[in-house]
């Protein structure tokens, strides 16, 4: 496990929005994949009417989201860029902190963006605090999410195994691991993550 120490908060922010302005069409997920973690949420969660995309760029997931899931149920994205509100359904957003209006509130959390946290503990316990009982966090996981791949735009990395050791720790259990190859970036594991059994 590796994780980058910035020297302020600021510099951080600073380095994030920097590092989404110079690339900011790149896009990590597929349509494919959100298609596939859809018709997952559809066959195992019975009512879902909000869910959140954090680290989202220009909005593609959760524009992805409700393309399969259906326009019914309320799919919003943050990022922490200064233009993340020119994309539909997105709200810019430092994803370590938390809207008092989510906390207990979300049906489900969809991230692939984990590697850009500088609290990684901190962010999770964040994010499932939001996640309601019957709700789900799913959190992906890459070749492109391991130490080899840590920067100062990703700070933490981090192998499979330690991904699910720091879901145990922040006291939470894996519901299933998905996996899912594509075509642009090979296979990508999904960690199912829920607050209670």
């Known amino acids: 496990m590796k994780l980058y120490e910035y020297k302020t908060y600021k510099e951080y922010v600073n380095i994030q929005i920097k590092g989404n302005k110079s690339n900011p069409y790149g896009q990590w997920c597929e349509e494919i994949e959100i298609e596939f973690l859809s018709k997952y949420l559809l066959n195992n969660y019975s009512e879902l009417k909000f869910g959140i995309c954090h680290g989202c760029k220009q909005g593609n997931e959760q524009k992805w989201f409700k393309k399969y899931i ?3 149920v309320i799919v919003i994205g943050t990022d922490i860029t200064d233009v ?3 994309y539909p359904d997105t709200i810019r957003w430092d ?3 938390v809207k008092p209006e989510w906390i207990s509130n979300i049906d ?3 991230s692939n963006a984990l590697d850009h946290s ?3 503990k901190e962010c999770l316990k964040v994010w499932m ?3 309601k009982d019957n709700g789900c966090c799913i959190l992906e996981w890459s070749n492109g999410h391991g130490e080899q791949a840590t920067s100062l735009i990703d700070p933490f990395g981090a192998s499979i195994e330690e991904y699910e050791s720091l879901i145990v720790e922040c006291g ?3 519901r299933e691991i998905l996996k899912f190859s594509t ?3 090979g296979e990508k594991i999904f960690l199912i993550i829920g607050n209670t059994k």
């Open 118 to 120: 500088y609290k990684p």
């Open 70 to 72: 259906g326009n019914n």
């Open 129 to 131: 605090s939001c996640i």
């Open 108 to 110: 489900f959390i969809y």
């Open 95 to 97: 994803f370590h902190d």
């Open 183 to 185: 075509r642009l970036r």
């Open 84 to 86: 993340a509100e020119k």
């Open 172 to 174: 939470f259990f894996i």
